[in-house]
């Protein structure tokens, strides 16, 4: 019997990769997604869809109004999303705070209730906004409360928290999720929810940089990664 991993999957790429990389690490997947008062909900669609490609049964959809207080610009209709990139050593209004603390804990109540021993997580440290809650040292000192809150952590059980990705470029991310046969089309990362993904945003931004470095300017977006370039003009320069 194969051991069980929950995988937090929000519908991007990054989060598709850790997913395919817990199956190839021989895990059987629980799949987790969080409706948390974003602005959209096509990357829950995209969460659906990515599921669906790699053949996982058990995918739990949960709702935590994180909206009901705002304070980020993905879950408060009064913030605009930043277009302009973000400035060096600055936390951008697209952190939501407390989300990656509340999605991990969640995960790790359905970890523990089902007898997972992993838990994956897509989050990335080097090709990112600089969120406080995507770094390996919030990640170790998670690891730690996972042992000390559980029953399961104070019997030596405590699920495992693995973050494949998080240390990677976005370009190695592709690569990776290429080599995973991952439907990149379907993913979702931008911060809007318009039909198409808004190419400016930082998540489109950072998303398309890394498509077209790694060859795949055609699944890019149309704006590309800088304002009046499109991708396949930035593709050629």
Avoid at 5 to 26: E, F
Avoid at 126 to 133: A, E, K, L, R
Avoid at 148 to 173: F, H
Wanted: net charge negative; aromatic share 6%.
């Amino acid at each position: 019997m194969k051991p069980k991993a929950v995988v937090l999957l929000s519908g991007g790429l990054d989060s598709a990769t850790a997913a395919a990389q817990a199956i190839a690490d021989g895990y059987e997947i629980i799949a987790l997604s969080l409706r948390y008062g974003q602005r959209h909900d096509r990357e829950i669609l995209a969460a659906q869809h990515v599921a669906s490609h790699l053949g996982i049964q058990n995918h739990f959809i949960l709702s935590v109004d994180l909206a009901q207080w705002g304070g980020s610009a993905l879950t408060d209709s009064a913030i605009a999303v930043p277009q302009s990139g973000v400035q060096p050593g600055e936390i951008p209004i697209t952190y939501v705070p407390g989300r990656n603390t509340v999605f991990i804990a969640i995960a790790l109540s359905l970890a523990e209730a089902k007898g997972a021993t992993a838990i994956y997580l897509g989050i990335n440290a080097v090709d990112y906004s600089g969120y406080p809650d995507c770094r390996p040292d919030y990640l170790s000192a998670f690891q730690q409360l996972a042992t000390l809150s559980s029953k399961a952590g104070l019997e030596g059980n405590a699920p495992t928290l693995i973050a494949p990705l998080v240390m990677d470029s976005k370009v190695d991310i592709v690569h990776k999720a290429l080599a995973f046969g991952i439907p990149i089309a379907l993913t979702w990362s931008c911060y809007q929810g318009n039909t198409d993904p808004c190419g400016r945003c930082d998540s489109c931004r950072i998303r398309d940089k890394a498509l077209i470095e790694a060859g795949c300017a055609a699944l890019a977006t149309p704006v590309g990664v800088e304002f009046g370039v499109s991708t396949s003009e930035k593709a050629k320069s």
